[in-house]
């Protein structure tokens, strides 16, 4: 089971990190009573964290369980999906890329 976090391309790498993090705790808050979340937490709980553009992040919010995170310090714009724990998830999700930083630090 795992758990994907999708971060949209247009978020700074600066901000990724700790967005991910609250995608993280708030996916759990959400869907801690869930059978399949309960089930996560048992094992390693891994997670998979994608880069998307803004086609991609707007066909993931029709999946099912998730949750929409925004950032006030990017004028509240939806910049995050997280979504509950699973062990398969639609074909759209085998094409995401992994995240990584864009630039060099």
């Not at 990190?17 to 996916?27: D, F, G």
């Not at 062990?87 to 890329?97: A, G, V």
Request: aromatic residues 12%; proline residues 4%.
């Amino acid at each position: 089971m795992k758990m994907y976090i999708l971060l949209k391309a247009s978020v700074p790498d600066g901000f990724a990190p700790v967005i991910a993090a609250h995608a993280s705790l708030a996916c759990y808050k959400k869907y801690e009573d869930d059978a399949d979340m309960q089930q996560w937490m048992q094992g390693i709980f891994k997670k998979v964290v994608c880069k998307v553009n803004d086609k991609e992040f707007e066909n993931a919010k029709k999946e099912v369980k998730h949750v929409v995170l925004t950032e006030s310090a990017l004028d509240n714009q939806e910049v995050c999906i997280a979504f509950s724990p699973r062990t398969e998830y639609s074909k759209q999700f085998r094409f995401f890329k992994m995240w990584s930083p864009s630039s060099e630090v």
